[in-house]
């Protein structure tokens, strides 16, 4: 008969922090329920909502999609670097992911410039209003991570570092988290209705 052991360390302590998961938690619910709103008040205004899906740019959104996943990826890559104790590859790929979130700033800035310009606001229409909402609450959430980012790149690499690899797992786990909410609200927003 075969046992298994269970690593309870993991359950208590998973990578980045108790704390982290529940912010992380506490991020998904919101967002999700948001959505849930989203596609309800489609379902009252589907006509409403289809129309003003057509007013986004679904290229710009699928761009910052692999702007987001690649970045996510080069998150991945700096961790694995830095807890094979290599700072100088893991701070270079913690500079490609911070490229990968300003390209994302950059996109999204681009967006609402020709929203605003065409004078789409938050006043527009539902789908608008949650437009705006999700997708700015999104852009704050990928700024803080671009400043959790430099904060952490900065600590790993000077002299007598401090900097545990629970550190950098928290980083790297909220920036996924940022990952996954886009890859909630791009198909929502700018595929579906």
């Known amino acids: 008969m075969q046992t298994y052991n269970i690593n309870y360390k993991n359950i208590f302590y998973p990578p980045g ?21 989203f596609v309800y008040y489609g379902h009252q205004e589907p006509e409403v909502f289809h129309q003003s899906r057509l007013q986004l740019n679904s290229t710009f959104g699928a761009i910052n999609t692999i702007f987001l996943l690649t970045s996510g990826f080069f998150m991945a890559t700096a961790v694995h670097h830095f807890k094979e104790k290599n700072i100088a590859k893991s701070s270079f790929y913690f500079k490609l992911t911070m490229l990968g979130g300003l390209l994302f700033l950059i996109l999204k800035s681009v967006e609402y410039y020709h929203k605003i310009e065409s004078g789409i606001t938050l006043e527009t229409n539902v789908f608008f209003s949650f437009y705006w909402l999700l997708t700015a609450f999104h852009l704050i959430h990928v700024i803080m991570g671009l400043v959790i980012l430099i904060w952490t790149n900065y600590g790993m690499t000077k002299k007598n570092s401090d900097t545990a690899v629970e550190d950098i797992e928290a980083c790297a786990a909220f920036w996924h988290m940022c990952d996954l909410i886009w890859l ?7 595929l579906i209705f």
């Open 17 to 37: 922090g108790i704390l982290m998961w529940i912010i992380i938690y506490l991020e998904l619910i919101t967002f999700g329920m948001a959505l849930i709103a």
């Open 184 to 190: 909630l609200l791009f198909p929502t927003l700018y």
